[in-house]
């Protein structure tokens, strides 16, 4: 069977600050999707980078004394630091200040001006007269024109996710000093994204693998009229600066989406693949996005009519998932409830944990996704441990102790063997659905199964009178054993290569799961994961 050819990214993280729990849905959802692509041999990678331009960047940067470029690298060193630590498996991962992306950007900046999607134009932008500066979009803070939320950013609203012109912005002022702002002319770079809305509608249309809610709501964007795009702004601007054009940069979210080519790139200079030819050009390989829904019309109507016009391929799906909140509340550090990445470390030790509470919930659908603490441990508790690790250790310390470790032959005409074969294909399918949250619960209900069947045969006491009988029902779980590393891998890739080991087994694959396993050594049985206090 021919392997199918999938490139698959998460958002750019942007490099400003540390990792939270909240990032990390987007990235752990990505991942067991990978990771089961992986699993059922198809051939797929995984790019990403981090986004270190733009404004919030050079902010920070200049309040701490620092360069922009060594500020965002920091942060670009300690998130590879945190995904690592959550498992996260990219192919690439690389940021956007890169000559790669550099020559990424300038390569669809001249193709796109050259076909005339691109011209300049005089306009009206933000100046600071106590800061002596133009100020980018995002060095104006004010009242969102659209849905009246505060302390929103003058090219795009955080609450409702609209984006706007910034003199639309209400009572603006400098996010620096908080001056009030004047007006100054200054001549900028247009995308004709207007050009493109027929194209765009008709993508949305014909592509069935998008979220119906997600493309409703972008054809009422198009509806509304789509406006032409400023892709550059002034100096001073932490970012690419447009060839032949004096003191102008690109604007970040020009150059933002080209990370994922550009990281594209990094791994084929690796592996001796084409970018274009494999890739981004390549009809037969399917590219697919994970976005958050706060960058929705980035991902639906830049990014594509930029690729529509470069001549690139589009991609195959978008994924958008919701937002994470804690105890039901939006994070915030003033409550405590804002929770990065190395602090659940800290609290809980094995990022796992997370990796697993997440899948429990997460699927198409475009909920947002609740961490409450004393559900998160009970349902860890209950059912990580308590269902599944605790009866792989009962089941494999039972083989060391009783049958010389080996596990036996036994009769496939069991109940139990046949209900557990009935979930395997339905949880390939919630997989493929990117329904992990089923998947999940498909996966509990083979260690339940496993769990049922042990405590009925009683090993521990038909030993006594039935040695053969208790080596076949405690054979039988350790297949059941192996298919949990199997089914598991996805979502927890370290407690599943941790079971192969104790199990004398390695590789692992899809094709692999059944209850073939017989006369096999397996090795010491030992506890993996344990409760949280």
């Known amino acids: 069977m021919t392997k199918k050819k999938y490139l698959v990214t998460s958002a750019l993280i942007y490099a400003n600050g540390p990792l939270h729990i909240g990032h990390l849905l987007e990235y752990i959802q990505t991942d067991i999707f990978v990771r089961f692509l992986r699993l059922i041999g198809e051939d797929v990678i995984y790019v990403c ?51 790669i992306n550099e020559k990424f950007t300038n390569l669809f900046f001249e193709t796109l001006r050259k076909k005339g999607y691109i011209y300049t134009k005089p306009i009206f932008v933000m100046y600071c007269p106590q800061c002596k500066r133009f100020l980018p979009d995002r060095f104006v803070k004010g009242i969102c024109p659209k849905c009246g ?50 194209k765009l509608k008709d993508w949305l249309l014909q592509n069935k693998e998008l979220q119906p809610e997600i493309v409703n709501y972008v054809k009422n964007w198009i509806k509304e009229s789509l406006k032409d795009w400023c892709i550059s702004r002034d100096k001073p601007y932490f970012g690419f600066k447009i060839p032949n054009a004096k003191d102008k940069f690109f604007y970040v979210w020009f150059d933002a989406p080209i990370g994922y080519i550009s990281a594209t790139e990094e791994f084929c200079k690796k592996t ?4 274009f030819k494999d890739y981004w050009k390549n009809d037969e390989c399917e590219i697919i996005h994970f976005i958050g829904k706060d960058i929705v019309y980035f991902h639906f109507l830049f990014w594509p009519a930029m690729l529509m016009g470069a001549e690139f391929n589009l991609p195959k799906a978008i994924y958008v998932h919701g937002m994470v909140t804690v105890e039901k509340e939006k994070m ?35 909920g947002d996704v609740d961490f409450s603490e004393d559900e998160f441990k009970h349902f860890i508790n209950a059912e990580l441990i308590g269902n599944i690790a605790n009866f792989c250790y009962r089941v494999l310390s039972f083989l060391n102790k009783n049958f010389a470790s080996t596990i036996g032959s036994f009769s496939e005409d069991h109940h139990v063997i046949t209900e557990c074969k009935k979930e395997f294909n339905k949880i390939k399918e919630y997989y493929k659905e990117l329904n ?49 590393a199997i089914l598991l891998q996805p979502i927890l890739p370290r407690f599943s290569a941790e079971l192969e080991k104790q199990l004398n087994l390695s590789g692992l694959k899809w094709n692999d799961l059944g209850f073939e396993l017989k006369e096999h050594a397996i090795g010491k049985a030992e506890i993996i994961l344990k409760k949280i206090e």
């Open 49 to 99: 980078a981090d986004d270190m331009h733009g404004t919030p960047i050079q902010v920070n940067a200049e309040k701490q004394g620092m360069k922009p470029e060594d500020f965002a690298m920091r942060f670009h060193q300690e998130h590879k630091e945190d995904f690592s630590k959550f498992l996260i498996s990219f192919d690439s991962y690389s940021h956007t200040n890169t000559h």
């Open 149 to 198: 939320a505060p302390e929103q950013y003058g090219d795009m609203c955080e609450k409702c996710g609209s984006t706007y012109n910034v003199f639309e912005l209400k009572e603006p002022r400098c996010a620096i000093c908080g001056a009030k702002p004047e007006k100054r002319e200054s001549e900028h770079f247009f995308f004709r994204l207007s050009a493109f809305s027929d």
């Open 272 to 275: 001796g693949l084409d970018v």
């Open 332 to 366: 915030s550090k003033s409550r405590g409830t804002f929770i990065l990445a190395r602090e659940f470390i800290e609290r809980f030790k094995e990022p796992e944990f997370l990796r697993f509470y997440y899948a429990s919930m997460v699927s198409k659908k475009l």
């Open 436 to 484: 992990f949250r089923d998947a999940v619960k498909h996966i509990l209900k083979v260690a339940s199964l496993g769990n049922a069947y042990f405590q009925k045969e009683e090993p521990w006491k038909t030993i006594k009178e039935d040695t053969c009988r208790a080596h076949e029902a405690v054979s039988i779980c350790a297949n059941i054993v192996k298919n949990l």
